[in-house]
């Protein structure tokens, strides 16, 4: 089946500075990436939707200077959190699709990546 | 808005069946998924439904009734291994999940 990897899988920070997050989809080409935010207990949010070689969606509320998503290529994009507070901290999981502009089918399944969690301090 | 209501939590001893139900309005409809979360964990995706009636896959089986906005997830001879959180979530040509909910079986 298609996987999907995340790296780093944990990361602790402090306060004021930036991480990345890279999702990689192994075996497959992805044109279009999700990023998604769990805080515990709570379901996954939307982030942003990023197709190959163009700008990112973002959703509403999601500040698009702070999250930073480059989609280089067809295997992978990277998600970068500007200035990290604590308020950041939380589950972040990308997912790959093989469809175009955000939209799923049963055809354009997500797979997901593991997660990253990041703790800003 | 965008609305998919699940209950919170369940619980349920091995070998029986539950039915977890997902209630949703949206703007626009393409299809529904369910996913199963283990803590700490990615989704897993379980089944997708278009049309309305019952998918079924080995012991998970999924119903959808469109015109009710309604779906759930019917696991049967349940095992240990099943205590997840399961996400229904709604293709609007992005995907809302709802609050998914916490399953605990027990011995």
């Known amino acids: 089946g298609a996987v999907v990897s995340q790296h780093p899988s944990r990361v602790i920070c402090k306060s004021g500075t930036s991480v990345k997050i890279e999702c990689r989809s192994l075996?497959?080409?992805?044109?279009?990436m999700f990023w998604y935010r769990q805080f515990p207990k709570q379901s996954l949010m939307l982030m942003a939707t990023?197709?190959?070689?163009?700008?990112?969606?973002?959703e509403q509320g999601v500040e698009k200077d702070k999250f930073l998503i480059n989609h280089a290529s067809l295997t992978l994009s990277t998600l970068t959190v500007t200035s990290a507070h604590p308020e950041d901290s939380s589950f972040y999981i990308c997912?790959?699709?093989?469809?175009?502009?955000?939209?799923?089918?049963?055809?354009?399944?997500?797979?997901f990546g593991p997660g990253t969690r990041l703790t800003v301090l | 808005g965008q609305n998919i209501d699940q209950p919170t939590e369940m619980t349920a001893t091995e070998g029986a069946i539950v039915q977890i139900n997902c209630t949703y309005q949206?703007?626009?409809?393409?299809?529904l998924f369910w996913y199963q979360q283990h803590a700490g964990e990615a989704p897993t995706f379980l089944s997708y439904?278009?049309?309305?009636g019952l998918e079924e896959k080995g012991r998970f089986s999924s119903f959808l009734s469109r015109s009710k906005g309604y779906s759930y997830l019917l696991l049967k001879e349940l095992q240990m291994k099943d205590s997840a959180s399961y996400l229904c979530?709604?293709?609007?040509?992005?995907?809302?999940f709802g609050t998914g909910t916490r399953l605990q079986v027990f011995p």
């Open positions: 997912s790959a699709s093989t469809g175009t502009s955000g939209r799923t089918s049963s055809y354009n399944e997500q797979f």
């Open positions: 949206t703007s626009g409809f393409n299809g």
């Open positions: 439904n278009v049309l309305d």
């Open positions: 075996d497959f080409q992805a044109t279009t």
């Open positions: 979530a709604v293709d609007t040509d992005k995907l809302i």
């Open positions: 990023s197709n190959e070689g163009s700008k990112a969606t973002y």
